[in-house]
């Protein structure tokens, strides 16, 4: 979140960053967002009468706030079809797995598990069917000997850091089309919607 704030600012965006919302009151997010001078609120998902209820007042409160895109970060819930489609092509969402490959949790155990060399992050539209939407960008990290779920994580975080922003900006400008289930980026070539991680740290 506070990676696609600051881009926002430091790229300057046609856009600005209206508002961050948690569905916990305890959400570290809240607190970070403020510190960057964001409009930052809760809207606590157990105060609701189920999914379709909290979804409804979410995509009730967004469209108050006049969000015209929606950028998941950090938001561990699964959106019900309805609020997915009130914001069809304008809810985007990181995912820590080169997708299709690992959807849904724990991608970076699972991913060691099958023994497979290269992991990442999928930057895509969100559709109904969960993790499927069409693919902006993705991020390919390397897994070395010796990971564990939890160093090859704080990689493809970063990785997310240096991606998502990228994304979201084509989106902003209004660059992304999708036909067919596929998005296609104008003015962006294939090698800057794949990033090879070579991060060392």
């Given at each position: 979140?506070?990676?696609?704030?600051?881009?926002?600012?430091?790229r300057?965006?046609?856009?600005?960053?209206?508002?961050?919302?948690?569905?916990?009151?305890?959400?570290?997010?809240?607190?970070?967002?403020?510190?960057?001078?964001?409009?930052?609120?809760?809207l606590?998902?157990?105060?609701?009468?189920?999914?379709?209820?909290?979804?409804?007042?979410?995509?009730?409160?967004?469209?108050a706030?006049?969000?015209?895109?929606?950028?998941?970060?950090?938001?561990?819930?699964?959106?019900?079809?309805?609020?997915?489609?009130?914001?069809?092509?304008?809810?985007?969402?990181?995912h820590?797995?080169?997708?299709?490959?690992?959807?849904?949790?724990?991608?970076?155990?699972?991913?060691?598990?099958?023994?497979?060399?290269?992991?990442?992050a999928?930057?895509?539209?969100?559709?109904?069917?969960?993790d499927?939407?069409?693919?902006?960008?993705?991020?390919?990290?390397?897994?070395?000997?010796?990971?564990?779920?939890?160093?090859?994580?704080?990689?493809?975080?970063?990785?997310?850091?240096?991606?998502?922003?990228?994304?979201?900006?084509?989106?902003?400008?209004?660059?992304?089309?999708?036909?067919?289930?596929?998005?296609?980026?104008?003015?962006?070539?294939?090698?800057?919607?794949?990033?090879?991680?070579?991060?060392e740290?």
């Amino acid at each position: 979140m506070s990676s696609l704030v600051r881009a926002c600012r430091e790229r300057r965006w046609p856009a600005r960053v209206v508002a961050v919302i948690a569905s916990r009151e305890d959400a570290p997010g809240l607190a970070l967002a403020r510190e960057l001078g964001v409009h930052a609120e809760a809207l606590p998902h157990a105060a609701h009468d189920g999914r379709e209820a909290f979804d409804a007042a979410l995509g009730a409160r967004l469209e108050a706030l006049g969000a015209d895109l929606v950028a998941l970060a950090g938001f561990m819930r699964i959106l019900t079809d309805g609020f997915v489609r009130r914001f069809d092509g304008r809810l985007v969402n990181v995912h820590p797995s080169l997708l299709p490959a690992y959807p849904g949790l724990d991608t970076h155990a699972r991913a060691l598990a099958d023994g497979v060399r290269v992991h990442g992050a999928t930057v895509h539209l969100v559709t109904p069917s969960l993790d499927r939407g069409p693919i902006l960008a993705q991020a390919a990290v390397p897994v070395r000997d010796g990971d564990d779920a939890a160093a090859l994580a704080r990689r493809v975080l970063r990785a997310e850091h240096r991606l998502y922003p990228d994304a979201l900006e084509w989106l902003v400008e209004g660059r992304v089309r999708v036909a067919e289930g596929r998005a296609t980026v104008e003015g962006v070539d294939a090698r800057r919607r794949l990033m090879i991680w070579e991060d060392e740290a």
